[in-house]
């Protein structure tokens, strides 16, 4: 009998889980099954329990349901715990055990796969919603130069930054929150567009004025070419979408569930064939 996973959201038919643990799997020789759970919005609970009762494993959870997780998780690991949010459940025995793995992915991603390190960098984090929560942690212990949070509703990311103050040691020149506006004339390394605007065709009010001599710009969102990743090519910088991302905080969790760090090359390129179609 395979081991039961899933990914519960609503919606989730867009995820892409399903065919990334797929070939972890194959990559891996481990038996499992990963299927989708769609949980009706005032339902997370009761899918999730119903999920484990019968047999489940583990579930990755997606919008909007990553802090009603974090809730019903019986002990919270590594990064959930200040993150408020979780993305990964375990359960083990009558525990449900949360873990918050998108963090890891974002500087698996940065470090490994784009080989640029965090470590003395000046970071721009956009965005102060759950994404921007679960990678402050992670990006802080990688020990940046400086990282400086804007957000377009600014107390919202008055409040992350406050969220974080005790780890703001980790940066060399601490952390700081700041609306768009007062960016310019500052220069970062990294500016991480953890905003959906890009979903939207949209993105945040940066000015171009942010990108240091090869600067990456790294944007979450990977289902399309936003307008941030062009924007930050039109500006000399280097771009990257989410997607690495994606498969990164993926492989963190089957890592959790089944004890094996699968290679996540084939992954990616698979996924990004999948896309050009
Ligand atoms: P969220 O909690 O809904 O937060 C959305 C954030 O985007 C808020 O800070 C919001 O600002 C900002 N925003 C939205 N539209 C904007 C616009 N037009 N201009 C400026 N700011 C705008 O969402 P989330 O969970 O943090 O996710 C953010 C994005 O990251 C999503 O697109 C998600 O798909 C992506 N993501 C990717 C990965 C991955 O593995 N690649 C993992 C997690 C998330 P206000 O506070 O002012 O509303």
């Known amino acids: 009998m395979p081991h039961k996973y899933a990914v519960i959201g609503n919606p989730v038919d867009h995820s892409l889980s399903p065919a990334i643990h797929a070939e972890f799997a194959r990559a891996t020789g481990h038996d499992i099954a990963y299927g989708r759970v769609l949980a009706p919005l005032d339902g997370f609970r009761a899918a999730v329990l119903k999920f484990r009762d019968e047999g489940g494993s583990g579930l990755n959870v997606t919008l909007p349901f990553k802090h009603e997780a974090w809730h019903l998780s019986s002990t919270r690991s590594g990064f959930a715990l200040a993150a408020g949010a979780v993305n990964t459940l375990a359960f083990k025995g009558g525990e449900i055990v949360g873990h918050n793995t998108d963090g890891i992915g974002l500087v698996r991603d940065l470090t490994r796969n784009l080989r640029v390190p965090v470590r003395g960098k000046r970071v721009l984090l956009m965005g102060a919603g759950g994404a921007s929560y679960g990678v402050m942690e992670p990006t802080l212990r990688e020990q940046p130069q400086s990282l400086v949070v804007a957000n377009r509703t600014l ?57 240091a001599p090869g600067a990456l710009a790294y944007d979450m969102v990977y289902v399309k070419r936003t307008p941030f990743i062009q924007f930050a090519q039109e500006h000399g910088a280097r771009a990257s979408d989410g997607l690495g991302m994606l498969v990164e905080q993926a492989a963190e969790s089957f890592f959790i569930w089944r004890g094996v760090y699968p290679e996540t090359r084939a992954a990616i390129a698979m996924l990004r064939r999948q896309m050009q179609k």
Do not use: C, W
């Open 155 to 211: 107390e919202k990311a008055i409040a992350l930054v406050g969220h974080f103050e005790k780890l703001q040691q980790y940066a060399l020149e601490g952390i700081a929150a700041r609306p768009y506006d007062a960016l310019a004339g500052t220069q970062f390394d990294i500016v991480i567009n953890a905003t959906s605007a890009g979903l939207e065709d949209a993105m945040p009010p940066v000015p171009d004025s942010v990108f």
